[in-house]
């Protein structure tokens, strides 16, 4: 079985601090940060009272809250708003991105803006976006020039506001039964594990932790599990294990089921979904 990422040394950079003070105002409401990592590396748990976007190109990223956990694959972002506490990962040598917002201002303001973003989602990153972020992160504002400058930051808050939302994130819950029952699934995450041998493992009934499930997830056992096998593809998919691999490791007999599963949850097949590295075009290989 392929090595997970999460059994990998963490290395922490100092360059990954959290940024708690940055000159955020009308005037100035976006700043883009960019930062190569040569290994894996991680940012402790913090908040801040701006929103915040990170995303890579070609690297996978985790962010945690105390609530969810979410592993994005390349071109993909994680939306946290202002106030939620939150730690980042960059899984593996790649380019992360932290696009801090400021949202007072007409940009970011306004009842929709607050409804559909006050909560953690994960997008998908336009090329559009990419470029812009990518901009603003190696230029200074004085030499974009103002006017340059605010255009880019409507085009930036629209192309947010018109993501595609992706359904990626691994709620946890509270209940220590129903924690307890989570954990042993995701020891060895297979979807040909049922909710009632789970639910024997923990000295509960079935029906118990179905009502669990939905108390405190607001999910199903089947919809949480497909969550966590996604999850774990995602975190095989960093390593450049292929497609097949990963089905077999997961426990689907066929690869077109797998597929079948990927595709319901994010609207695109494994492959197209799980390996965007623009600048390697490959067949992924497994590790040696």
Known sequence: MAKSIENQSI???????????????????????????????????HHHPWGQMVFSDTGVVQVKTPQVAYLVPPQHAVWIPPGVAHDSSLLEKAEIFSVYMFQTNCYFHGETWRKEWGVCRCFQVSTLLSELVKRIATQTTEKIGEQTYSAMCTLISSEVRQAQKVALGLPMPEDKRLRHLCDLFLQSPLQTTTL????????ASESTVTRLFRQELQMTFRQWKHQALLS??????AMRVPTGIIAQELGYATHSAFSYMVTSLVGKPPKAFLYQDKNDDSTPKMNK
């Not at 290395?11 to 040569?38: F, G, W, Y």
């Not at 009632?196 to 000295?203: I, T, Y």
Request: glycine content about 4%; cysteine-free; overall charge negative.
């Open 11 to 45: 290395h922490h950079d100092p360059s990954m601090e959290p940024m708690t003070h940055l000159d955020l105002n009308e005037q100035t409401p976006i700043r883009a940060i960019a930062k190569q990592v040569v290994e894996r590396a991680e940012v402790a748990l």
């Open 232 to 237: 774990k593809a995602i975190d095989m998919a």
């Open 196 to 203: 009632s041998a789970l639910a024997g493992q923990v000295g």
